[in-house]
């Protein structure tokens, strides 16, 4: 089977001639393998495949192989063993376990994934696009929320702050929040331009903002004006509790800088998920 050829949800098992659907078992590592090539080549904005005839745990497996392997039980916050158990889920293992609904708005939120999809298997957009609308009109019934694309492009590099006269409401998956615990009401979205927080935050990453979140945490990533400029930094105390800006590419970016605590110094928000938690 060719890289791009969809996959049906079947399974080849040839016995005694017979071709059988491969519903109730694990898949074997190569057809894994082939679907996750399928996976990778759906853009952000395209359909994924209909994989309803595969079983949780097989589309849960495919999935997971979009996160690199060190990372996934710091994303999932699980162990190994048990990440393993959940490839099993819904086949005919006896002894087969249930996938936490927390583990797969996990699994969705690191593999920029729709929960729906990874439970039901239901062709449906990876991501949907950006749209503007309404509220009511954005409210879905697979549950994605609409969050406000704040009207002002970020910058992750010298703190350029252009003004975006359309700002909209996006639809936005509800399980990257509520993994993440934000609130709708307080989730914002903005964009990022530049490489002084690379590889954290790349140019042009979505980020979702927390804006309810403004107190400094020693480390955390923010968005937030200085002198007139905005930027997307870690905020820090120094030894003599004066708050610091730092940037993640040290090459780029190696000295931390004060910020103007006198002058007009506002934090909007805690930088939360930007592709996996933050």
Avoid: C
Wanted: proline share 6%.
């Amino acid at each position: 089977m060719s890289k791009n050829q969809p996959h049906n949800g079947e399974g080849s098992d040839h016995r005694g001639g017979n071709l059988r659907k491969n519903t109730s078992r694990r898949l074997k590592y190569t057809d894994v393998k082939a679907r996750l090539d399928d996976l990778r080549d759906v853009p952000l904005g395209g359909e994924l495949p209909d994989w309803s005839a595969l079983t949780i745990g097989n589309r849960f497996a495919v999935a997971l192989r979009l996160i690199p392997k060190e990372l996934r039980e710091s994303a999932l916050q699980r162990s190994g063993k048990q990440i393993d158990r959940y490839e099993s889920a819904d086949t005919d293992d006896p002894k087969a376990p249930k996938i936490p609904d927390q583990v797969l708005a996990a699994l969705a939120a690191h593999a920029k994934l729709p929960a729906s999809w990874l439970a039901d298997g239901q062709a449906v957009d990876r991501m949907p696009p950006v749209t503007s609308g309404t509220t009511d009109e954005l409210l879905a019934p697979d549950g994605d929320v609409p969050l406000q694309k704040l009207a002002f492009k970020v910058s992750a590099g010298h703190g350029a702050l252009t003004i975006d006269e359309s700002s909209h409401y996006v639809r936005f998956p509800r399980a990257i929040l509520d993994h993440i615990g934000v609130k709708a009401a307080n989730a914002r979205l903005m964009e990022s331009s530049g490489l002084s927080m690379w590889p954290t935050i790349d140019d042009g990453d979505m980020m979702v903002v927390d804006v309810s979140d403004t107190a400094v945490a020693d480390g955390r990533i923010y968005v937030f004006s200085n002198g007139g400029e905005t930027f997307v930094k870690r905020l820090l105390r120094n030894s003599s509790g004066v708050v610091m800006m730092r940037s993640d590419n040290r090459d780029l970016f190696p000295n931390d800088a004060p910020v103007d605590s006198n002058g007009d110094f506002r934090i909007f928000g805690r930088v939360r998920w930007t592709g996996r938690s933050l």
